[in-house]
């Protein structure tokens, strides 16, 4: 019999439901940022997914906001951070990359993050990284891989590279940092840590947000645009992110890490 050695399975399954539930959100962000791409600027997209996220989100975060006001004020700079890398840079980035790459180049870049989380977690924290967590991640790559070359190595010779595929990669990179800072966050209740970085993360994309309409102009509003931000708004930007942070937090980056795949 092997024996369980203490801390190293959660004393239950549910943070693992709750890091299920972000993944799933996210795949449908990204589906349908390749569906809208050529109906609403990436930019636009992103600035108000985050601003229609805020304005839902701050009803229920009033009261947790006023007690957590003090801490939020003195940890500004570190909110401002983590808002710029997982709120203004990666989707931001993810949403500009749609026009260029394939799906195919975006899931096998995006399998990496995993593997990006670990290796920031050891070079921010010097966490230990134990063998089978490696052979967890090389195993998501790998499986990641195998799905997205329908299991035929061929696939690899007729890929190519594009410019999206680089945002891609600084897009991964932002979001594995975020990830590997989070356990750095302020101590606040989580729909206040929510609330504040949804508002520096749509305050920090207006500035790009105005240059991008005065080159592109101003989005007709339809249907289609209407229900996207809709979506996105409330499952990859809310729910995801909600249950992301939480199990994180539950389980640390590195595990939490591969449920991305």
């Known amino acids: ?17 709750i890091l299920s539930v972000a993944p799933l959100c996210w795949a449908g962000n990204i589906v349908l940022a390749r569906g809208v791409a050529d109906l609403i600027p990436p930019v ?45 840079s990666f989707n931001t980035l993810l949403y500009t990359a749609v026009h260029t790459t394939t799906a195919i180049n975006g899931a096998l870049i995006q399998s990496t993050m995993p593997a990006v989380i670990v290796l920031l977690s050891l070079l921010l924290y010097r966490e230990k990284v134990a063998t089978r967590q490696m052979g967890g991640v090389a195993l998501c790559i ?22 999206g595929d680089l945002l891609m990669i600084i897009a991964v990179s932002a979001y ?4 590997a800072m989070l356990r750095r966050r302020p101590a606040v209740h989580p729909l206040s840590f929510l609330a ?13 947000y105005l240059a991008e309409l005065a ?9 289609e645009i209407i229900l ?12 995801a992110y909600f249950c992301w942070n939480k199990g994180v937090d539950l389980v ?7 449920f991305i795949n």
Do not use: H
């Not at 996207?228 to 729910?239: E, H, K, Q, R, T």
């Not at 640390?252 to 591969?258: F, I, Y």
């Open 142 to 163: 790998l499986g990641a891989c195998l799905i997205v070359l329908r299991g035929d190595l061929k696939t690899l010779l007729t890929m190519s590279f594009v410019q």
């Open 196 to 208: 504040a970085t949804f508002a520096l993360g749509a305050a920090g994309l207006f500035p790009v």
């Open 215 to 223: 080159i592109a102009g101003p989005v007709a509003l339809s249907r």
């Open 176 to 179: 594995g940092l975020y990830s």
């Open 252 to 258: 640390g980056p590195n595990r939490a890490g591969l």
């Open 228 to 239: 996207s931000i809709l979506y996105v708004a409330i499952f990859p930007s809310i729910a």
């Open 1 to 17: 019999m092997i024996k369980q050695r203490a801390g190293d399975f959660p004393k239950n399954l549910l943070p693992y439901l």
């Open 44 to 88: 636009a997209f992103a600035f108000w997914r985050w601003t229609l996220a805020f304005v839902l989100i701050l009803p229920f975060s009033l009261r947790p906001l006023a007690q957590d006001r003090n801490e939020i004020a003195r940890r500004w700079k570190m909110l401002l951070l983590l808002a710029l890398l997982g709120i203004s």
